[in-house]
């Protein structure tokens, strides 16, 4: 008998909707007969050119980011740039669980988070200097700034100049991670990180010009931390959001150069929201009326959007895991295990009384994998290099599971 499927409700926004896709090869009687059994698979090697890459490219971020945190020394002072980023800490640890939670279902590869990290906290303020020291040289030129110039920079200068220094980090990604870039929630893990790192070296200089300016901590060093430490410490997650959600989207439709098109249709929200945040504070009077009466829906209907991406990679993972049960390969009762929320605690509770934890865990999230695997085979994105992870990955899956059956732990997935 056919268990319920937890997530036949959800609407299939993906780009598989309404796709007949051929089944998985039917999977070995000795391996049918074993699905459902624990199992721990490793993870899966990537390519040894990538990883080099990869490490060269946080390398050169981390010179950069170097290099700006020196920058902030020269102007700041050792102490003002201390205090500075030790309370700008606290705003990148909300940041820090926040994307946490978000990326918990299928966690992005670390190299990937750092350099996003390193790209936003680093180049993207890099890139912003830059083009205000260039922006400030025209106008002196022109005679000095006049009286709207400031709203100009807060409201037109830096939120196109910053969001495209922090979605091209995303853009990047896109480009050299594609097999980890599977959808719109990878895309808001990305930007989170690139908008996390930028806010971050952001909130030091703010913090500690503050500090130099009121010669140490007093109220208005308190009033800035509370409004862009506590109260704000997402805004430049939720603009940014935009593009990675932009390009999670054309990781599922389209190819690396039609992402540039995808790039700037997130792009322009991205600036208006920006925009709308810094240009606000110029025009009313009552900031904390205004923040909790637009900017608190504003946060609302963002975690609902999150919410509303990670039902569809829920759904993403039953639907493909399914095809593979109905080759043989998983137990159609251990599907609904690894595809709900409520299934996987349930499962990592059971492997927590048995010593297992971390085992569950590798395999929770290998298995879902596998099926983002399925569903850039589906799909025809990276087809080839998609082939080769599903056969590794179920390779992989048989081998972990007759291993763990032989040691008389032949135990269901399915809690008791």
Known sequence: M??????ESTTDYTASAGVSPAQPGTAPAEVASTAGIATIPPTVPGSAARAVLAVVGI???SLVTLFVAVYLVAGLGVNAFAIGGIMALIPLAIVFFGVRWIDKWEPEPRAAVVFAFLWGA??????ALLVGAEIDNVITSMGGPGPGYEFFAAAIQAPIVEEFGKGLGVLIIFWAARRHFDGPVDGIVYAAWVAGGFAFTENILYFGSQLVEAGGVDGSVVQIFLVR??????????????VGIAL???ARRSSALGAIGYFILGLIPAILLHAFWNGALYFVSNFFGYYVLVQVPLFIGAI??????RRQESKLTHDRLAEYA????????EVNVIATPTGRRQALAWARSRGKRAEMKRYLQAATRLAFARQRIITGRGRRTAEADEALLLTTVVDYRRALASDGSAASTQPV
Request: proline share 11%.
């Open 2 to 7: 056919t268990p319920p499927q937890p997530t």
């Open 59 to 61: 390398i050169l971020l």
């Open 122 to 127: 680093g180049v993207s303020v890099l890139l």
């Open 229 to 242: 430490g506590i109260m704000s410490p997402f805004a430049h997650v939720m603009f940014t959001a935009f």
């Open 248 to 250: 999670g989207i054309a």
């Open 304 to 309: 609902g959007l999150v919410v509303f991406f």
């Open 326 to 333: 109905a080759a043989g390969w998983f137990d159609p009762e």
